[in-house]
């Protein structure tokens, strides 16, 4: 285990913090970021309506169902208890794999907007400004609940969007609702007992489970709100109690600082991106060469013999099994593959919705390129693989004489490239020693930061170090400010 002890009651912290926010104390900058996960989240699902056959059950059972009118069914119209509606809503947040993302994964839009958006059309009264502060509020919580995990979530079986949203969506509902410090705590540990949700939906290529994931989790946060608000007390400790979140689904492997370090000043929900392409995250870095590749060179599919791919851990499970991966038999398989959406890419020279139609998944010409992405998988992340040098020209546009620092162990004349200074250090086993991790995954940022000082002179160690500190406080800024000390003292030519 990696877990840090706590000195504090994070969870009510957290839970003061959701009740306490208001509108006019948040940043511009996290106001618009806001308002834009909104719209996004608004816009995906409307066309899920259209474009995701697997919604429909979801909201015919919603339909069949009844009971009090009080919230919409967006797109297909009717009201059903703001539960239900919150049910068929969020099952259409990831029909299209479009919605709001960030580097945990957590994919707060998705999880927060709908169940905010049915828990205020039972509340009379409830303001666009309340609405905004309570998808605020959720998407917070939320990314401090997921970023203090220190291991990739992947790597225990959990779907983090599933898993972790529950809370972001019952603080958001709880927002709406008007929940007092108690109230909102006893959401959030009924929300722990109702978390979940494993990889193993992706296992099953007739599955269409990984498209609806979301609407279990918003209705699980409306119903975690309202129980809550009618009285029901929970686990004091839903996160950092002995069998809470952190110990009893990722055995102990968080940083407790990350829930409550900044809260209030620094909001990790400005850091919530939209993605380029409507499919898993975890295939854009991939789409991006492709394209890239594909119009630079003027690439014809015909041509190609094969399309060999460099991944990590999570890049190999979107390439496994390949038979599977190269011919999806869902649209929401599709997204999830590599082989197929990197096939897409070449061959098409863009990525669109009408791609993963399907009609479009079952076109032979994209298949058959499909089938031609082969993968190499090496530990950690593709992104920092000191290999890189040997197939991209990592030099193009360096002026004469200028330096290149890479992050590898091997010395700089074990490095061959046509020009530039070569600088090296081992920037992934200083955070790996430092604990500088995303998601389990090393994280190099700080340290080449450090090694930026030593090799270019520019800047000084001390003001690395001092910045650092000011934008990380505590144990994560010192354990950052190491790294970067590290890594300057170990940079050599």
């Not at 494993?198 to 498209?211: G, H, I, K, L």
């Not at 309202?226 to 009285?231: I, V």
């Not at 004091?236 to 370090?261: A, I, T, W």
């Not at 200083?430 to 930026?452: D, E, Q, R, S, Y």
Request: charged share 20%.
């Amino acid at each position: 285990m990696t877990s840090i002890k706590s000195n504090s009651d994070a969870e009510l912290m957290l839970a003061k913090f959701a009740r306490g926010i208001e509108y006019d104390v948040l940043p511009p900058n996290v106001v618009e970021l806001s308002k834009m996960v909104l719209l996004d989240t608004i816009g995906v699902m409307l066309a899920a309506t259209t474009l995701e056959k697997a919604v429909v059950p979801v909201v015919n059972l919603v339909k069949e169902a009844g009971g009090s009118a009080e919230s919409s069914i967006i797109g297909f119209g009717g009201k059903a208890p703001c539960w239900m509606a919150a049910f068929a809503n969020g099952s259409l947040s990831h029909a299209l794999d479009y919605s709001s993302s960030d580097d945990r994964g957590v994919a707060p839009g998705g999880v927060t907007v709908p169940s905010a958006l049915a828990m205020a059309e039972r509340i009379s009264g409830i303001n666009g400004k309340q609405l905004i502060t309570a998808i605020t509020a959720g998407n917070e919580v939320l990314m401090r609940i997921g970023g203090a995990i220190t291991h990739n979530p992947m790597d225990f079986g959990w779907v983090s969007p599933m898993l972790l949203g529950v809370f972001g969506s019952a603080v958001a509902a709880g927002k709406i609702a008007g929940l007092d410090n108690k109230q909102m705590a006893d959401a959030m540990g009924i929300a722990l007992h109702q978390a979940g949700g494993t990889w193993e939906m992706a296992e099953d290529p007739s599955s269409t489970f990984r498209a609806v994931r979301n609407s279990f989790v918003n209705k699980a946060g409306v119903l975690a709100a309202l129980m809550a608000q009618k009285g029901f007390s929970a686990a004091k400790n839903p996160l950092e109690g002995k069998n809470g979140l952190y110990h009893q689904y990722f055995q102990g492997n968080y940083d407790p600082s990350v829930l409550v370090n900044g809260l209030g000043s620094e909001f990790r929900c400005a850091n919530v991106s939209f993605k380029p392409y409507p499919s898993c995250r975890g295939t854009h870095t991939s789409i991006d060469a492709a394209l890239k590749l594909a119009k630079k060179y003027d690439i014809i599919p015909e041509e190609i013999e094969e399309i060999q791919l460099t991944v990590g851990p999570t890049g190999e499970k979107q390439c496994i099994p390949p038979e599977q991966r190269s011919q999806p038999q869902t649209s929401i398989e599709a997204k999830f593959s590599l082989p197929f959406t990197v096939a897409i890419a070449v061959a098409q020279r863009k990525v669109t919705l009408v791609d993963f139609t399907s009609s479009k998944i079952r076109n032979p010409m994209i298949i058959n390129l499909a089938q031609r992405v082969k993968y190499q998988a090496k530990q950690g992340s593709a992104g920092l693989d000191p290999g890189i040098v040997e197939f991209i020209d990592v030099t193009e546009g360096l002026i004469e004489n200028g330096k290149v620092i890479i992050n590898t162990s091997k010395k700089p004349d074990e490095i061959d490239l046509p020009l530039g200074h070569v600088y090296t250090y081992d920037g992934t086993g200083i955070a790996l020693k430092n604990g500088l991790l995303v998601g389990g995954l090393p994280v190099i940022n700080t340290t080449m930061l450090g090694a930026f000082a030593k090799a270019t002179e520019l800047v000084k160690l001390a003001t690395v170090q001092k910045v650092i500190c000011e934008k990380w406080s505590g144990k994560v800024g010192d354990r950052n400010a190491q790294g970067a000390k590290e890594a300057y003292d170990t940079c050599t030519d």
